[in-house]
C-alpha cells in the first residue's frame, strides 16, 4: 500500500490521471508517469544560439516534471558555454544536468523524440518533433514532414513558447489522449494569435522596447514562467528592471511537478524569496509583498503602475483593480481533466471590470470526485472528507501549459511597447492553438516604464 497523499505532497499531473479516472490511485497515476520519456537531439547551432540553447533549457525543464522516466539530450558539446541569461556564467552541459536533463551518447528506442536544430537523427517509428520558431512564431512540425521556420531572426520568446508547444505534443501522445499528437502542426503567432503560425507575417515588429517595472501577483506555475520568461530577454541592465514578487505562500512538493523554478530542495521556504534569489542572480532588483493579495493592497505613488497577475483564487482575482494599477494582464488556467489545457487571458482596464468578471464565482465547491477510484481508495485508506475536498480542490497542472499562457502575457506588453495590437481577451487550448480566440482594444502609448532592447532587432546571436 502507498503512501496516502495530501494537498502539498500531491503530483499535480499525476492528479490528471486520478480525476480522469484512468489510475486507481496516486501511486499508479505516477507509475504511469515513470514511463513517460523524452530524448532531444541538439544540432551544431546549439554552441552559438541563445535562441537554441533557450529552446532546449525550457524544454527540459517543463518536460522533466511531467516525463519521469527523463529527458536525455544527444550531441551537446561538453565544452558548449551557456549564452543564456536563463543559466548565467556555466558551461550549457552543467545547466542541462542542473534542470534534470540527462546527457547520452545511445538513444533511448522506446522514447519518441525532439529536434532542435541541424541534428542527425535516426529513423524510428515513434514520433519527431521539429522544434522551430522565427519572428514572434513558435511551435513543433512533425519531423517527416520537413516543415521548418528560418529560427534564425525571432523575438526572445518565440523560441520558449515553441519549446512548450513540444512538451505539451510529447504529453499528449504518452497520455494517448489527442490522436493527432505526434502528426500535426502546433503553433502559434505572439503577434497575432490565431494567425497561421507558419507563414511569414511581414507586420511583425522588432522588440526595441521592453518592460522595466513589473507587479507579479502569485508565483507558483505562471509567476515562475513569468520569471522564467522575463529573464529570456535582451535587457541590457537588468538590474534597471524592478519586480515586486507578491506571494504569501511557500514552496511544497506538488509546486516541484509544476513551477519552473521549484526545487525539492526549497521546499518550506517562501516562494517570493526563492524566485526572488533566482531573480538576482540575474542581476533584476526584486522586492518582496509576502501578504496575500487582495482588495487591502495598495499601490504607492512610486510603485509599479503593471501588474502580471497568475493565480487561480477568484476573490483575488476579483480584486485586480483594487490597488489602482495602469494596466493588470492576467492569465487562468483550466482545472479540471477536461480543461486543464485551457488558457485564458484578460487584461484591464476593458469593457468589464475584474470584479464582474470573477465575483459570481467566489465561494462556488469544486465538482465532487469522490465517486473516482483514486478518491475512493484514499478514503479506504482512512482519509477524511476534509482531506478529500481539500486533494479536490487542487488543479490539475503542468508546466506547459503555463509557459504558453505566460508568453501570450508577456508578449501583451511587448506588443503594446512595440506598436503592435492590445488584447482585451485571449482565450484557447494549447490542444488546438490554431482556434485561439481574441478581443482587441483600444489604448494608448505605454506609460508604465520601458528599456531599450539590448539589440535593437530579432536577430539570434548566433556567430557569422
Known sequence: MGQIVDPNSLHRTAKYFMDSGRAESHDEAMQLLAGFGLTIYVGPEIVGSSHHQ????????????????????????DDAPSLTPLAPERLLMDAVTELGGRVVDTVNPDWPSAV????????????????????????????????????????????????AACATEVFAHHASDHAMAGRRS??????????????????????????????????????????????????????????????FDDIALSNESTSLLSRKEDIGRKKARVV????????????????RFGEWIVQAPHETCVALCGVDNALARAALEKPGFGLVVEAGLGGGPEAFRSIS????????????????????????????????????????????AQLASRTVGVPFVGVIAACLVIAELLRRLNGGSAF???????????????????CGPYAFGHLPAAEQSIRAAIPE
Request: aromatic share 8%; charged share 25%; with cysteine.
Open 54 to 77: 533557450n529552446a532546449l533549457l525550457t524544454l527540459i525543464n517543463t518536460g522533466r516534471r511531467t516525463l519521469l522516466a527523463g529527458v536525455e539530450i544527444v550531441g551537446l558539446p
Open 116 to 163: 532542435i536544430g541541424d541534428a542527425t537523427v535516426l529513423e524510428t517509428k515513434l514520433p519527431r518533433w521539429r522544434v522551430t520558431w522565427n519572428g514572434w512564431r513558435g511551435g513543433v512540425t512533425p519531423f517527416r514532414d520537413k516543415k521548418r521556420l528560418h529560427e534564425d531572426e525571432a523575438i526572445a520568446l518565440a523560441p520558449l513558447l515553441a519549446a
Open 186 to 247: 502546433l503553433g502559434l503567432s505572439l503577434w497575432n494569435p490565431g494567425a497561421d503560425w507558419l507563414a511569414n507575417d511581414p507586420t511583425e515588429s522588432t522588440t526595441a522596447f521592453l518592460p522595466s517595472r513589473l507587479w507579479i501577483i502569485g508565483l507558483g506555475n505562471l509567476g515562475q514562467a513569468f520569471a522564467w520568461l522575463l529573464a529570456s530577454l535582451p535587457y541590457g541592465d537588468r538590474s534597471c528592471v524592478e519586480l515586486v514578487l507578491n506571494d
Open 276 to 291: 526572488a534569489e533566482w531573480l538576482e542572480v540575474r542581476r533584476f532588483r526584486t522586492f518582496l509583498e509576502e501578504r
Open 345 to 388: 487571458i484578460h487584461t484591464f482596464p476593458a469593457s468589464r471590470s475584474a470584479e464582474e468578471i470573477w465575483s459570481r464565482q467566489v465561494g462556488q465547491g469544486d465538482k465532487s470526485l469522490e465517486d473516482m477510484p483514486a478518491y475512493k481508495a484514499l478514503k479506504k485508506q482512512g482519509m477524511d472528507s476534509c482531506g478529500l
Open 424 to 442: 482585451e481577451l485571449v482565450s484557447g487550448s494549447v490542444a488546438a492553438l490554431e482556434d485561439v480566440e481574441t478581443i482587441t482594444i483600444s
